[in-house]
């Protein structure tokens, strides 16, 4: 048991809109296919890789795993799609009429009716613009008290833990959980495997590839993969260059937001039980479209600095 607050019990229906958003998904990408099987195989984007060098566990705290994406890319099929305004809706599935007319979403901003609960939570929820108006008015704006990737307002809506960025323990961020289709208050998603291909959801998560389509020759091109080197500091504890590989990038004209979550644990005491709390540091850097092929990229965490590209301004609409 931890102090922090606890999760709730599992939502068999967060869940079950979640599985029809993405079933509807599909149902979008392959109406303008006449016949998908002979389709010539996508080519891959650009990608990158990146490197947080000089990361270090906060005292007391160790490291744990990482978690990466590009915020402005949407794995639709075996493809990555844009995504402008970084919400977790590709582009072309918000250009879509009928999701349009629905939900009164747009491809230019997270939150199309300025609520402060972004598209894609309206959407998974199934909160028609006829029923928006349900959702409780948020008076902390965008704020991200646990920097989990949901505002306090929508992990209250959620019934997650706005204190603690894993509310069901699963070890996987909240904010992950909700872009990945995974219901952050079910400890036991983590692990399974619905799509049948090998890899439990959270490895899945982790290359950023679908929970919920079986990984093929094409979307294993497309996983991302972590390498991590370690600088022991003596007192049992060590700094470290985390290196994400392979990150797609889009070509949008306000930057390619990539997102690094690194996890660590913490051992606490809570009356007489030992329990272990999960910690989180985040790191965020805007990548250029124009940025050569498979070049690195190093960021020192320190201070967030981006060594080798200029950080772009969030400016103008594709």
């Known amino acids: 048991m931890r102090e922090l607050g606890q999760p709730s019990s599992s939502q068999p229906f967060f869940a079950m809109v979640g599985l029809s958003f993405l079933i509807g998904?599909?149902?979008?990408?392959?109406?303008?296919?006449?016949?998908?099987?002979?389709?010539?195989?996508?080519?891959?984007?650009?990608?990158?890789?990146?490197?947080?060098?000089?990361?270090?566990?906060?005292?007391?705290?160790?490291?744990?795993?990482?978690?990466?994406?590009?915020?402005?890319?949407?794995?639709?099929?075996?493809?990555?799609?844009?995504?402008?305004?970084?919400?977790?809706?590709?582009?072309?599935?918000?250009?879509?009429e009928q999701l349009k007319q629905d939900y009164e979403i747009s491809l230019s901003t997270p939150d199309s009716n300025g609520d402060y609960y972004s598209d894609l939570i309206n959407i998974r929820l199934g909160y028609d613009r006829d029923n928006q108006f349900r959702l409780a008015p948020c008076d902390s704006g965008f704020n991200d008290f646990?920097?989990?990737?949901?505002?306090?307002?929508?992990?209250?809506?959620?019934?997650?833990?706005?204190?603690?960025?894993?509310?069901?323990?699963d070890g996987i961020p909240d904010g992950v959980e909700v872009r990945s289709l995974l219901n952050p208050s079910d400890v036991a998603d983590a692990q399974l495997d619905p799509d049948q291909d090998g890899k439990t959801n959270l490895v899945e998560v982790k290359e950023n590839t679908p929970v919920k389509e079986s990984a093929n020759k094409y979307t294993s091109k497309l996983?991302?993969?972590?390498?991590?080197?370690?600088?022991?500091?003596?007192?049992?504890?060590?700094c470290y260059d985390v290196i994400v590989n392979n990150i797609p990038v889009m070509n949008v004209t306000n930057g390619n937001y990539v997102r690094i979550y690194l996890t660590e644990t913490r051992v606490a005491v809570s009356g007489t039980e030992t329990v272990e709390l999960l910690e989180l540091q985040q790191v965020n850097v805007v990548i250029d479209r124009n940025?050569?092929?498979?070049?690195?990229?190093?960021?020192?965490?320190?201070?967030?600095?981006?060594?080798?590209?200029?950080?772009?301004n969030l400016e103008g609409v594709q």
């Open 223 to 238: 996983s991302l993969s972590y390498d991590l080197v370690t600088y022991p500091q003596g007192n049992d504890t060590d």
């Open 25 to 96: 998904l599909l149902i979008i990408q392959f109406q303008n296919c006449s016949s998908p099987k002979l389709q010539e195989p996508p080519t891959p984007p650009k990608s990158v890789n990146v490197a947080v060098k000089g990361y270090c566990p906060n005292p007391g705290s160790s490291f744990k795993e990482a978690f990466a994406s590009n915020h402005s890319a949407v794995l639709v099929q075996d493809s990555f799609r844009p995504d402008w305004d970084r919400d977790g809706l590709a582009d072309e599935t918000e250009r879509d």
């Open 146 to 169: 646990d920097l989990d990737g949901l505002t306090d307002c929508e992990e209250e809506v959620l019934q997650t833990d706005a204190l603690y960025p894993d509310s069901d323990d």
């Open 291 to 312: 940025v050569v092929n498979d070049s690195l990229i190093e960021i020192d965490k320190d201070n967030s600095t981006n060594r080798q590209l200029e950080i772009v």
